[in-house]
């Protein structure tokens, strides 16, 4: 896990870029802030290294000439487009009756975001203290946008292991509607070939893969399916298309898109 980062701000964000430090300093991270005379493109191609930067959009982490946050307000002509009819996520996790749902690999929280919009009351579990306090940045900033203000309030982020967080939950014989898994690193799936042809990653997720490298923290998700087997009446994996199961587990349903598909796995002793 990165634990040392820079973070290069313009003077007039030096307070602001200060309690992000403190933040991620008691999440396990030293930031050593930089004030810096313009914070601008030719200043991210310069200082190509993975860091931090703070500016009236808030926090976000750079590397290679880009920059990215989880930017929800960005997504809300693609919520105002949804429906539950129209989107097949909604289907596999059966949005349409409001369920309690863990999304137990975070990502940037793009399919979080819209399926608290269409109802479901989403728990959002992230372990990256980079990664979740980007997470919680996007958030407050949301809180304060009249369309995504609603949506929000039925996010809950927590800060935790997703294997721990699982693991608590059957131990305190919890049990959710749904458990949805999307493993951000599906390369090792037998369909090399297909997935190859799939187009390059976009910028947001090609600065996560530097935060999250597939060879450290970043699993496959193979062990998060068993777990949330034990409390989840359904549990719900995307994944690309032509990609091999998830642990090599046939599951109960499919529903297939051009590029992705939903596999569930229904609980049924958890269903009666």
Known sequence: MVSALRLFTEQEFQEKAQ???AVLSSRGVHVNVENIDKLNARFLRFNPELALCVDESGLWLCANGMKMQP???AEVPRLKRS??????IARACNLGEKPGLI???AGLGHDSLLMAHLGADVTLVERNPILFTLLEDSKKQAENDPFLSAVVARIHLVFSDSADYLRLQAEQQHVVDVVYLDPMFPQRDQNQQA????????KQMQLLHLLLPEDGEMDLGD???GLAQKIAKRVVVKRPRLAVYLAE???DHQWQGDA????AYFQHHLLE
């Open 83 to 88: 429906s539950l009819k129209s989107e097949m």
């Open 103 to 105: 999304d137990a690999t």
């Open 71 to 73: 930017d929800w307000k």
């Open 195 to 202: 997935i190859k042809k799939q187009a390059q990653v976009k």
């Open 19 to 21: 309690q992000y430090s």
């Open 223 to 225: 062990n998060l399916l």
């Open 249 to 251: 587990q046939q599951p």
């Open 260 to 263: 992705c598909r939903f596999d």
